[in-house]
C-alpha cells in the first residue's frame, strides 16, 4: 500500500524512512483502505497498527482535528524502515494479555 503510486497522495513514507504519513485520513479510508482489507475505518486501520507496536502521532493542528479530510497520522515501528524489507518478518502481532 505505501508503495502504490496510486496512494502516494494518502499515504507516503517520511523524508528520513523512519516513519510514514497517512494524510487526509477521511479519503484515505475510501479509497485506499478498502481496496486492502475487508473494512474501510481509519480507526480500525490504527488499533491494527497498534497491534503490531506501531506509534502514532497526530499531526493535525487541534483546532482542525474534527475535520477528517485536514488530518495528518505519522505512524513508526523500529523495524519498518524504507528499503529495509528484510526487518518486516520480524514485526509480530503483540499478545493480548487477559485481565
Known amino acids: 500500500m505505501i508503495t502504490d503510486e496510486r496512494s502516494g497522495q494518502y499515504i507516503f513514507w517520511t523524508k528520513g524512512g523512519?516513519?510514514?504519513?497517512?494524510?487526509?485520513?477521511?479519503?484515505?479510508?475510501?479509497?485506499?483502505?478498502?481496496?486492502?482489507?475487508?473494512?474501510?475505518?481509519?480507526?480500525?486501520?490504527?488499533?491494527?497498527?497498534?497491534?503490531?507496536?506501531?506509534?502514532k502521532t497526530n499531526r493535525t493542528p487541534r483546532s482542525t482535528r474534527a475535520n477528517a479530510e485536514n488530518q495528518e497520522w505519522e505512524f513508526s515501528h523500529p523495524k519498518f524502515i524504507q528499503g529495509r524489507m528484510d526487518l518486516?518478518?520480524?514485526?509480530?502481532?503483540?499478545?493480548?494479555?487477559?485481565?
Do not use: A, C, D
Request: glycine share 6%; charged share 20%; net charge positive.
Open 18 to 55: 523512519h516513519s510514514f504519513m497517512v494524510s487526509n485520513t477521511g479519503e484515505f479510508s475510501r479509497t485506499i483502505l478498502g481496496s486492502h482489507f475487508k473494512h474501510n475505518n481509519f480507526s480500525s486501520f490504527v488499533r491494527q497498527l497498534n497491534m503490531y507496536g506501531f506509534h
Open 88 to 99: 518486516i518478518e520480524e514485526i509480530k502481532r503483540r499478545n493480548v494479555e487477559p485481565n
